[in-house]
């Protein structure tokens, strides 16, 4: 039997715990597919390591949470300062003295901290609420 996520795919379709249906499984793909955006890409962070593109349509978005940015935020400096987004940035790799530009004061929080299986209990703690 195939599997997906740890859960066996049956042709059948009945389900239960553990156990999805092919056609759930399909249409998961489905949903998570990349589809072209409507907006043009723009290019956020320069053009080294660590930036993105991202579609042309940044007005509304107030918040971006960063898990994992080493000793480089040049995506977030941009999202900061060009866009007026807040960014917390975590990383149990770095420290925010190793950050290679200053944190943007009000805009900008860093954290010692990083993404780990709920099994181990660490979820990221706000300063924000």
Same mark, same amino acid.
């Given at each position: 039997?195939?599997?997906?996520?740890?859960?066996?795919?049956? +042709?059948?379709? +009945?389900?239960? &715990?553990?156990?999805?249906?092919?056609?759930?499984?399909?249409?998961?793909?489905?949903?998570?597919?990349?589809?072209?955006?409507?907006?043009?890409?723009?290019?956020?962070?320069?053009?080294?390591?660590?930036?993105?593109?991202?579609?042309?349509?940044?007005?509304?978005?107030?918040?971006?949470?960063?898990?994992?940015?080493? &000793?480089?935020?040049?995506?977030?400096? +941009?999202?900061?300062?060009?866009?007026?987004?807040?960014?917390?940035?975590?990383?149990?790799?770095?420290?925010?003295?190793?950050?290679? *530009?200053?944190?943007?004061?009000?805009?900008? *929080?860093? +954290?010692? &901290?990083?993404?780990?299986?709920?099994?181990?209990? *660490?979820?990221?703690?706000?300063? &924000?609420?």
């Amino acid at each position: 039997m195939a599997t997906f996520f740890g859960c066996d795919i049956t +042709e059948s379709a +009945e389900a239960g &715990n553990d156990v999805i249906s092919l056609n759930s499984a399909l249409e998961i793909f489905r949903i998570i597919m990349p589809k072209q955006s409507p907006y043009p890409l723009i290019r956020v962070g320069g053009s080294r390591d660590g930036s993105y593109l991202v579609p042309n349509d940044l007005s509304g978005i107030g918040y971006c949470l960063s898990p994992g940015v080493n &000793n480089f935020k040049h995506f977030e400096d +941009e999202l900061s300062s060009r866009f007026d987004i807040t960014c917390d940035m975590y990383d149990a790799s770095s420290d925010a003295d190793k950050l290679s *530009t200053p944190l943007i004061q009000g805009k900008q *929080t860093f +954290e010692k &901290n990083g993404l780990t299986s709920m099994a181990k209990q *660490t979820v990221f703690p706000s300063n &924000n609420g």
